[in-house]
């Protein structure tokens, strides 16, 4: 405590706020003509990295999880509307899927005389090749799905551009079908995967917690992509125009993998320009970061009104980030744009909104007025008929998607760790089988 310091917190030192009045629109104001939305579907994605066994502290085993789920929220609001909940009704009203994975993340390898990063390359191509995204018509890899966002809607790349992974190479942009193929310049085999890049995170002493996120947010990535590309070709006027998608978290690629942010941002584009309306509905939505804090802060003033929809422009990224070079935020990482809503009910929701053309981030501010953004009514809608109280600020389809997602503390942990044991033959040897 003798040491005790000073420190700036934008979100704590907000000061005159007056200079936000100008950046704040009325609800009323994105108000818009089409039907309602009928459905969502959210995805949310859980990990878990746990110590295999005392006295092997370097061993650690990876679980990851992602999944999806379609509330229809016309039933739902019929049920709000009964005296009575029908639980029955209520659970129809929600179908759900879910894709998981694990491997060995330190520690342990594939084979003997391969590196930690080597070893997660090759795992990873395995994930990719044999997990798949079922659900109704829906029957695909997560392979085949990443040559699908490399691609336009309905139209999936041949090939995908890797740069080659051995020290010392330097070959770039190397085109890699699905099957694989070998380095011209150094014969080193590439796997499609690469062109994901979690491998670079990757460190031979350390939990590798973070790359097992990378690969994650990836996965729910694909799950998003697969997903809405059903509805696209299957009900492109009816289901996908009535259908929201959210994930959680912001429509952003962090790390290695930031590359793919460009790839989300044309394929969702194409889809935009080829269904009619202003779809694709899809959002991001945050429950923790920098901009939820300030956003909260601003409700607890009552400088956010109820209905209030505050635009994220350079001069709000350079309060709450502390920056004097706001153009540079978001450019190589965010996908859509990012926007501070204060709900009918009071909720405060940090979202990022798909542009249906040109970049939401980029280094002359971006597109930051709603205008940018026709989705963003509908959407906006959806966050006030869906209020959740099962976390602060939360809506009820990404409450449901991390309810299905999520590992149970303490019992759960025990049990991977004893499923990471068998998996890599470090069970007790005392044991009686």
Not at 331 to 341: C, M
Request: net charge neutral; proline share 7%.
């Amino acid at each position: 405590m003798a040491e005790k310091a000073s420190f700036y917190i934008p979100a704590d030192h907000l000061g005159d706020t007056k200079w936000l009045e100008e950046k704040i629109y009325p609800r009323s104001s994105a108000e818009s003509s089409e039907a309602k939305l009928q459905s969502a579907i959210a995805v949310d994605g859980s990990l878990m990295v746990v110590p295999v066994r005392d006295g092997l502290p370097s061993v650690r085993y990876g679980y990851a999880q992602s999944a999806a789920i379609w509330l229809d929220i016309s039933a739902m609001e019929h049920q709000k509307k009964q005296r009575f909940v029908d639980p029955v009704a209520l659970g129809q009203a929600v179908n759900s899927a879910l894709v998981s994975y694990d491997l060995p993340v330190a520690g342990a390898y594939v084979r003997q005389g391969v590196s930690i990063a080597d070893s997660w390359r090759e795992t990873i191509d395995s994930i990719f090749r044999t997990k798949k995204i079922e659900v109704n018509r829906m029957n695909q890899s997560l392979l085949s799905l990443l040559y699908l966002l490399h691609g336009i809607p309905g139209a999936p790349a041949k090939h995908v551009p890797v740069n080659c992974p051995s020290g010392g190479c330097g070959q770039k942009e190397i085109p890699v079908p699905q099957p694989g193929t070998c380095c011209p310049t150094c014969n080193t085999h590439l796997y499609p995967t690469d062109v994901l890049r979690i491998h670079e995170e990757v460190v031979e002493d350390g939990s590798n917690e973070s790359a097992l996120g990378r690969l994650m947010q990836v996965v729910e990535l694909l799950v998003v992509t697969g997903l809405a590309t059903l509805l696209w070709e299957q009900s492109r006027s009816a289901l996908f125009a009535s259908t929201m998608f959210i994930m959680d978290g912001p429509m952003a690629v962090y790390g290695p993998p930031a590359k793919l942010r460009s790839r989300a941002l044309k394929f969702f584009q194409s889809m935009a320009s080829t269904t009619p309306g202003s779809a694709p509905y899809i959002c991001g939505i945050e429950k923790t970061g920098t901009v939820v804090d300030y956003a909260t802060t601003l409700a607890r003033h009552d400088v956010l009104k109820p209905g209030d929809l505050l635009s994220v422009d350079a001069d709000v990224i350079s309060a709450i980030t502390n920056t004097e070079n706001p153009a540079a935020y978001g450019a190589e990482t965010y996908w859509g744009r990012k926007f501070a809503y204060r709900s009918i009910d009071g909720r405060t929701v940090v979202l990022t909104v798909l542009p249906p053309e040109g970049n939401p981030y980029d280094d002359r501010g971006g597109q930051p007025l709603p205008a940018a953004y026709p989705s963003l009514p509908a959407i906006l809608d959806v966050v006030d008929r869906t209020g959740s109280s099962m976390y602060r600020n939360g809506i009820i389809p990404v409450s449901l998607a991390h309810s299905k997602a999520a590992y149970p503390i303490g019992v759960g942990t025990d049990v991977l760790r004893l499923a990471a044991r068998e998996k890599l033959g470090l069970a007790d040897p005392m044991r009686n089988n």
